[in-house]
């Protein structure tokens, strides 16, 4: 990854409008691909901040992507992931899901799970090729939902 290498901090309340903001940015290039708002460009971002582990990634201090973690009985849930569009292509996205799989492992889970759209293709083929599995696909009146996991060590 270049230029540096991404500082992380956990997300505080005042970080919401600026969690909201860079979703709605990473998110918007779907839109026309779904022909809606994705689900995370409405999320309520002062709930989410106070219920759920974002860490925000910093490239030369600017706020370069997130990831948003939900610990479950057993295992960690990437709840949502986005890249800022002018940091996308710098393998961001890959370095947080190894983040997210550090994470799961420290918390003692054996695995990591999470969900996207299938229409988002591009992601679909991301995670697969950082070890994920589909478990299933889900249709629904909103489009088909990817179920992915990935097990984890220690």
């Given amino acids: 990854m270049s230029p540096g290498t991404p500082t992380l901090r956990q997300a505080a309340a005042s ?13 918007a290039k779907w839109v026309p691909v779904i022909g809606r708002e994705p689900k995370p460009m409405g999320a309520d971002y002062e709930a989410a901040v106070a219920r759920h582990r974002i860490d925000l990634a910093y490239l030369g201090g600017e706020l370069a992507a997130l990831i948003e ?10 709840e949502n992931i986005a890249v800022a569009p002018a940091f996308q292509g710098r393998r961001l996205g890959s370095w947080l899901m ?3 799989e550090r994470l799961a492992a420290a918390q003692g889970h054996a695995g990591i799970r ?5 229409m988002f293709a591009a992601n679909v083929e991301l995670y697969l090729r950082l ?3 589909i478990d299933r696909e889900e249709p629904s009146a909103l489009g088909v939902t990817v179920y992915m996991s990935k097990a984890v060590r220690a």
């Fill in 15 to 27: 970080d919401a409008v600026a969690v909201r903001a860079l979703v709605r940015a990473a998110y």
């Fill in 114 to 118: 999470l969900y996207t759209n299938k």
């Fill in 98 to 100: 190894a983040h997210a």
């Fill in 69 to 78: 973690t939900i610990p479950e009985p057993d295992h960690l849930l990437v």
């Fill in 131 to 133: 070890g994920y599995r």
